[in-house]
Nanobody
Framework: QVQLVESGGGLVQPGGSLRLSCAAS????????MNWYRQAPGKQRELVAG???????NYADSVKGRFTISRDNAKNTVSLQMNSLKPEDTAVYYC?????????WGQGTQVTVSS
């Protein structure tokens, strides 16, 4: 199993930045991709960004050029740098891992973009 713990959410003004982090523990050797999802009130959970074990990344069109996903294999963490934040980025952000035995979700962290 893989356990995930997010940190770094909060309240930020439009145009501001936040950095989310996700620490993985457990059977981390079996992880082959880590992702960030988000879910806004009344909306479905959506994929924001993902990164494979080889470092390949993918992003939702809505965040391309503003968000950057990265991973530190030595520290078993994955981060999401979010710049030029917009009110529509407001959501609960979830860390997610794909590993050999299945998937795992973090508990989520709230990001609110508001003036």
């Amino acid at each position: 199993q893989v356990q995930l713990v997010e940190s770094g959410g909060g309240l930020v003004q439009p145009g501001g930045s936040l950095r989310l982090s996700c620490a993985a523990s457990g059977s981390i050797f079996s992880i082959y991709a880590m992702n960030w999802y988000r879910q806004a009130p009344g909306k479905q959970r959506e994929l924001v960004a993902g990164i494979t074990s080889s470092g390949s990344t993918n992003y939702a069109d809505s965040v391309k050029g503003r968000f950057t996903i990265s991973r530190d294999n030595a520290k078993n963490t994955v981060s999401l740098q979010m710049n030029s934040l917009k009110p529509e980025d407001t959501a609960v952000y979830y860390c997610h891992a794909d590993f050999i035995a299945g998937t795992s979700w973090g508990q989520g962290t709230q990001v609110t973009v508001s003036s």
